[in-house]
């Protein structure tokens, strides 16, 4: 049934992550398949229960998904996610879920949906760069996400607010105001931030 709730939103693009081989990483929408690189682990146990979908598995180090030089228009943007953190963050900087970034610096983000390590715990993370604005952090100070537990995560701006939500709850809100930055020379990758592996 998730499938299909996905589907009634009309989204953009929806990569489910259920591959069983090989290197695409289908676009169920089919507007941008992506590619997997360095050992992504496919057919890896999935997030909800009682169904026959699969996971990627991603080692922390070098594992993404390149998605193009992918860009979204207009003054709206919902990134979602499943996630299963396996360890806690550590010496590891930030842990990129969803990243259109030339690097780690928070000007180099047009948007991204990532976690961040405090007190070693792993919190989640949104970044947006609007044509008119710079880029805005907007950081989940409490919530942090567990090591194996799944969540559902999202990072939702509609023109003037950006907010980030844990399983439905909304966990932080900041003002953002002007369309979504556009750039067709700047990657989009799951799993990494592009130019900065690792």
Known sequence: GYYDQMMALDPLNYWRMDDQSGSICED????????YHNGVELDADGALGGSDSSAADFDGNDDYVDLGNLDISGSALTMMAWVQPVDLPGADPKGY???????????????????????????????????TEK????????????????????????????????????????TQTGDVKEDDTVPAWIGDNPENPN
């Open 28 to 35: 169920v929408t089919g507007n941008q398949d992506g590619v």
């Open 97 to 131: 879920i969803l990243s259109k970034a030339t690097g780690p610096s928070p000007g180099k983000h047009l948007w991204s949906l990532s976690t961040y390590p405090n007190s070693n715990q792993r919190y989640l993370r949104f970044y947006l760069q609007t044509a």
């Open 135 to 174: 880029t805005v952090i907007l950081d989940a100070e409490a919530d942090p996400l567990l090591p194996g537990q799944w969540y559902h995560v999202a990072a939702v701006y509609d023109g003037a607010t950006m907010k980030l939500y844990i399983n439905g709850n909304e966990v932080a809100s900041a």
